[in-house]
T-cell receptor, first 114, second 111 residues
Framework: GAVVSQHPSRVICKSGTSVKIECRSL??????MFWYRQFPKQSLMLMAT?????????EQGVEKDKFLINHASLTLSTLTVTSAHPEDSSFYIC??????????FGPGTRLLVL | RKEVEQDPGPFNVPEGATVAFNCTYS??????FFWYRQDCRKEPKLLMS???SGNEDGRFTAQLNRASQYISLLIRDSKLSDSATYLC????????????FGTGTRLKVLA
């Protein structure tokens, strides 16, 4: 149980385009979903926390207008990287949780912006 | 000071060795603690939770010292397959709860 999927697993796009990443909890209802970013040789950095049906809470330094998060249902959250630039190239990982204790991680999406 | 600090390593150890990783955290109000394992280019996977009384899972033993704000992971009889990055994670429950990740400690087990 507690499976989280992400789609796509890998995406290459041109600078200036927008990219949408989906995160789904497959066998449980996730009241909270988290979006992380990981640059090479660095740890995971929390970007934002989203609760179903409400606005996401962004961490300091993360632009909410650039990284649009929608958590429309208890099993789906999306992250849209708008007007992507090469410096946005990174490994984006979501996690989902139904409690205040345990997060289940998706397999991640590797984004490369040319 | 970083919220969760780890020695980045790498720790290069021979098969069969015992290796220990340490982690310190700065927020004394932190509620729960975990060790995650992350393989190259993959998502982190939960290795074990860490309890105040200490806990063991096979070759892995985790300890928590709340007074010193210190967490440890001991791996006995290292296997080649243990090679990975080990992430110390602190769960802060203040308002909206969130995981704070350490930078990770790289382990290479050598044949």
């Amino acid at each position: 149980g507690a499976v989280v999927s992400q789609h796509p697993s890998r995406v290459i796009c041109k600078s200036g385009t927008s990219v949408k990443i989906e995160c789904r909890s497959l066998d449980f209802q996730a009241t909270t979903m988290f979006w992380y970013r990981q640059f090479p040789k660095q740890s995971l950095m929390l970007m934002a926390t989203s609760n179903e049906g409400s606005k996401a809470t962004y961490e300091q330094g993360v632009e909410k207008d650039k990284f649009l998060i929608n958590h429309a249902s208890l099993t789906l959250s999306t992250l849209t990287v708008t007007s992507a630039h090469p410096e946005d190239s990174s490994f984006y990982i979501c996690s989902a949780s139904s409690s205040r204790e345990t997060q289940y991680f998706g397999p991640g999406t590797r984004l490369l912006v040319l | 000071r970083k919220e969760v600090e780890q020695d980045p390593g790498p720790f290069n150890v021979p098969e069969g060795a015992t290796v220990a990783f340490n982690c310190t955290y700065s927020n004394s109000a932190s509620q729960s603690f975990f060790w995650y394992r992350q393989d190259c280019r993959k998502e982190p996977k939960l290795l074990m939770s860490v309890y105040s009384s200490g806990n063991e899972d096979g070759r892995f033993t985790a300890q928590l010292n709340r007074a010193s704000q210190y967490i440890s992971l001991l791996i006995r009889d290292s296997k080649l397959s243990d090679s990975a990055t080990y992430l110390c994670v602190v769960n802060e429950i203040s308002g909206t709860y969130k995981y704070i990740f350490g930078t990770g400690t790289r382990l290479k087990v050598l044949a």
